[in-house]
């Protein structure tokens, strides 16, 4: 079965499976570096928000139409599951004054998202571009709702990139303040008090959500006082856009070295759509300041 079919015959059997309340259509979402994916929505009559699902991990060449049943069944269940109850008042996305409070920003990579910077306001951080966005209410979607801020809300807010990019750098860091805590705690965390023998000097550096937390390298406080409590430099790894790796300066760092890690990390283990830059960064605890190295 080859893709195009696949993916119209998942649209009819979920249409089939949640009968006509819903209108089931296609959505195909160019995500972050410039990741297409093709999306399932279900719109229930009377709810402006509703849930979309990407079928691309699930396809490959084997499957059969017993295997598209089972998926369109179970894909049918898990967007019921995750419809809200009821409609959302986005009204006061229209006024600058309830939005400044909610704004907050990620990092991305700025080479792999070039036609995505064409459409929206973003300042460049090192070899990475800063992006802005809106939370949508917390309590239902667990911090993960948003609103991409683009260049056309500047224009209805008649506002400037540089008051959205102050008021978003404020409001972040109050929304969602950084984490650092020891490698060796997240691995004890996933595998075990047992998985790491000896101590393991790199830390985590991530935000409360653990959701584009690798924009806490914006956090100049947060470095700084890392660097003051370890008295040292350190290398700081972009993992992924979720959260960055802390590396202390001394004679076992060496750039080199950890530069090739995160690449290969990049290729086998981070998908491509989560990757930030293979690259190395250092901050220089005298200078307060953070550098691109390679």
């Not at 060496?254 to 190395?280: F, G, H, Y």
């Amino acid at each position: 079965m080859d893709f195009t079919d696949y993916k119209h015959t998942m649209l009819c059997k979920v249409q089939l499976f949640l009968g006509n309340e819903y209108e089931v259509s296609e959505q195909r979402v160019t995500k972050n570096n410039g990741v297409v994916l093709t999306g399932i929505m279900a719109k229930k009559q009377g709810i402006n928000t509703f849930p979309t699902i990407y079928i691309d991990e699930y396809y490959n060449e084997e499957l059969t139409s017993e295997d598209v049943e089972y998926l369109s069944m179970k894909l049918a269940k898990s967007l019921t599951k995750a419809e809200l109850p009821k409609s959302i008042e986005l009204e006061q996305f229209t006024d600058y004054e309830r939005v400044r409070d909610r704004l907050k920003l990620k990092l991305v990579n700025a080479d792999k998202n070039k036609d995505l910077l064409f459409e929206v306001p973003y300042k460049r951080f090192l070899n990475l571009a800063v992006l802005y966005y809106y939370q949508v209410e917390e309590e239902l979607f667990e911090g993960r709702a948003s609103i991409m801020i683009r260049n056309s809300h500047l224009s209805m807010w008649g506002i400037d990139q540089e008051t959205l990019d102050r008021d978003a750098m404020d409001s972040v860091r109050i929304i969602s303040p950084a984490k650092i805590c020891p490698m060796r705690e997240l691995l004890a965390e996933l595998y075990g008090d047992d998985f790491l023998k000896e101590d393991f000097p790199m830390y985590v550096m991530t935000n409360k959500e653990k959701y584009y937390g690798a924009s806490t390298m914006m956090y100049r406080e947060c470095l700084k006082k890392f660097a003051d409590e370890k008295e040292t430099d350190f290398y700081v790894l972009p993992s992924s856009v979720h959260e960055v790796i802390l590396v202390p300066a001394d004679e076992n760092a060496d750039a080199k070295m950890l530069l090739e890690t995160v690449t290969d990390i990049n290729r086998t283990q981070v998908d491509r759509e989560e990757i930030l830059a293979d690259s190395v960064y250092y901050y220089d605890r005298e200078k307060d300041e953070l550098s691109w190295i390679g």
